[in-house]
């Protein structure tokens, strides 16, 4: 059983570079979460998708932006990089349960983008 | 006053020893309630949720709620030097987000 992956693992971007980050989902889930891990920090929300639709978003400007695929891969783009934008990228895998809560989340092995 | 609070340790404990890692949050609407270990620069790994008050226990771990109290711990017991890492606290309120705690860094000593 496939466990949640992301790519690539590390990647190393300029000031004001876009980039883009992978995520595909646990086998039989169809909810994914981004968050953000700045060294030291926990894992800060950015956003939610379900049905291809982001369901909600946490405190980050609108730099970051996402999507969903039909087969629940999403992505996760980041333009106009700042340096504090360096951080451990964690896509979260979960099944949209009964009353619209979701199961327990799952987490890939994360990107770790570095912006130079 | 954060959302979720956790001391950041370090928490050393001997070999064989209890580790009490405890947890409080500021939302009483609080539904969901996590536990996260994270090895340095590696992703959480989930140990455990609960989402009643009381106590859960899965093997050598054993969450604890207390919903009146808003604090949420983690005991591990017979701890060993590979469950050195960083735990994360998360808890959900009904909305889709998790919210985490800092983190405690707990140190077992072989």
């Known amino acids: 059983d496939a466990g949640v992956t992301q790519s690539p693992t590390h990647l190393i971007k300029t000031r004001g570079q876009q980039v883009t980050l992978r995520c595909s989902p646990k086998s039989g889930h169809d909810t994914v979460s981004w968050y953000q891990q700045a060294l030291g920090q926990g894992p800060q929300f950015i956003f939610q998708y379900y049905e291809e639709e982001e369901r909600q978003r946490g405190n980050f400007p609108d730099r970051f932006s996402g999507h969903q695929f039909p087969n629940y891969s999403s992505e996760l783009n980041v333009n106009a990089l700042l340096l504090g934008d360096s951080a451990l990228y964690l896509c979260?895998?979960?099944?949209?349960?009964?009353?619209?809560?979701?199961?327990?989340?799952?987490f890939g092995q994360g990107t770790r983008l570095t912006v130079v | 006053q954060k959302e979720v609070e956790q001391n950041s340790g370090p928490l050393s404990v001997p070999e064989g020893a209890i580790a009490s890692l405890n947890c409080t949050y500021s939302d009483r609407g609080s539904q969901s309630f996590f536990w996260y270990r994270q090895y340095s620069g590696k992703s959480p790994e989930l140990i455990m949720f609960?989402?009643?008050?009381g106590d859960k226990e899965d093997g050598r771990f054993t969450a604890q709620l207390n919903k009146a109290s808003q604090y949420v711990s983690l005991l591990i017991r017979d701890s060993q030097p590979s469950d050195s890492a960083t735990y994360l606290c998360?808890?959900?309120?009904?909305?889709?987000?998790?919210?985490f705690g800092t983190g405690t860094r707990l140190k077992v000593l072989a």
């Open positions: 609960i989402y009643s008050n």
């Open positions: 979260a895998s979960s099944l949209m349960g009964q009353g619209d809560l979701n199961t327990e989340a799952f």
């Open positions: 998360a808890v959900t309120s009904g909305t889709y987000k998790y919210i």
